[in-house]
């Protein structure tokens, strides 16, 4: 009978162990992901990713992404101080006579007057040709018009038919400056309409989600408060301001932490809050495999493989760490300048670390997760090693368990 020594075995199990791409695996090798940047064709060389070993000035150069910005988008110029009437407006029209007797007064009996020298034109909405109706005036153009202007227009045409009129319009709905405000605010309107209530306007014009802007300026942070505030944690909350046919979507962290980013908003402007939890994927050898939320404002590569569970002892490669992201073709241009998959806006990059590197504990510290990364923590080469020789000894043991019952029997 022929005995196997533990080199022989060693020895089939490398031999063996180009069957590995046939076992289980949580995913490729570190080598495997290197190899595979490149894809042979008939051609030559395909690139399918950069592969970027992370450093110091990596993670600097990183800190230069370009990010969305409301203030570069949209600039930030306060509205004027006395807004024009537009169309939708709801207005109420008083009008005050010198004398009774007159076309908006009551009559004087005894040579007492009997009521009231005024008279209150029932609300009106400004119609879509911009005008409203006064008796004995006619139809008034009102839209585009201060309101100073248009109480001066109603006067002088009343004049010589009214006893000295004086004129006062109230905007008691001006739908025509409002925001519109969508998703995550606590309660869409609510705020607005207190505070028409406040100003004894009529509420029930103020519909869903618009706020009305006041004559002082609001800024993006007001507009929010005036509509509920935010629903949703404000470290998952994005801002997605549009204006004509631009659209920028900022988180309202960076608007809370940089005040220039809280601008003034413009009548018409449409603002929406999404809630966008913060996640990463963890991959590979971690101590968790699942979709894991940032659970704050951001979080480092430190951060993300302690919420992960850390690599695992007996079975990660401290070599074999990456981050797997689509980084803007700007940022990948500081980074490999003469990369051939500049062509596209955004490029498929593999950030690699080497945990095995001290230096590396203070880089991940330092390196910023992006919301939807996935880390990956490739298995070590000794693992594959391990599940050839698994299966080795899956098929050898009844072999051998035979064999002995054999020289027992004999």
């Known amino acids: 009978m022929v005995r196997v020594g533990m080199p022989a075995v060693l020895a089939m199990a490398c031999l063996v162990g180009g069957c590995s791409s046939f076992l289980p695996a949580a995913g490729p090798t570190a080598s495997a992901i290197a190899d595979g940047a ?14 970027i070993d992370v450093d110091a000035a990596v993670v600097e150069a990183l800190r230069g992404r370009p990010l969305d910005s409301l203030l570069a988008s949209f600039g930030d110029r306060r509205p004027s101080v006395q807004p024009v009437i537009g169309v939708g407006d709801a207005v109420t029209v008083t009008i005050w006579e010198a004398g009774s007797g007159g076309l908006f007064s009551a009559p004087m009996m005894g040579g ?39 109480q001066a227009q109603i006067e002088q045409e009343l004049a010589g038919k009214a006893i000295q009129p004086q004129v006062l319009l109230t905007v008691n709905s001006p739908l025509s400056t409002s925001v519109t405000v969508l998703g995550e605010a606590a309660a869409p309107g609510g705020g607005a309409r207190l505070a028409a209530a406040s100003r004894g306007g009529p509420v029930s014009n103020l519909g869903g ?10 800024r993006l942070l007001d507009v929010i408060a005036t509509a509920g505030g935010v629903a949703a944690p404000v470290n998952e909350t994005f801002v997605r301001l549009s204006r004509g046919s631009t659209t920028a979507t900022v988180p309202l962290t960076a608007v809370v932490s940089n005040p220039r ?3 003034f908003l413009r009548p018409g402007d449409t603002l929406t809050l999404v809630r966008d939890p913060q996640t990463f994927l963890a991959v590979g050898a971690t101590g968790a495999n699942y979709e894991i939320p940032f659970s704050a404002e951001g979080i480092t590569l430190a951060q993300a493989l302690a919420k992960s569970g850390g690599l695992r002892d007996v079975q990660a490669d401290p070599a074999g760490v990456f981050v797997f992201r689509f980084e803007p ?28 590197d001290p230096n590396s504990l203070f880089v991940s510290q330092a390196f910023r997760m992006r919301n939807r990364d996935l880390v990956y923590v490739s298995n070590a080469p000794f ?17 051998a368990s035979g064999a002995s019952l054999y020289s027992a029997t004999r």
């Open 261 to 263: 980013e809280n601008i």
């Open 329 to 356: 073709a700007s940022v990948v241009r500081r980074l490999h300048p003469n990369s051939p998959l500049l062509t596209s806006n955004f490029v498929p990059v593999v950030y690699r670390i080497n945990m095995r």
């Open 383 to 399: 693992t594959e090693v391990q599940k050839v020789l698994s299966v080795f000894s899956t098929v050898t043991s009844p072999i």
């Open 209 to 218: 989600g618009r706020v009305p802007l006041t004559e002082k300026g609001d």
């Open 112 to 150: 007492l007057s009997t009521g009231s020298k005024s008279s209150s034109i029932p609300e009106q909405i400004v119609a879509r040709d911009g005008t409203i109706s006064v008796p004995y005036a006619g139809r008034i153009k009102v839209a585009g018009k201060r309101a100073p202007d248009v």
């Open 38 to 51: 490149d894809v042979a064709t008939d051609q030559g060389l395909l690139a399918r990713y950069e592969i």
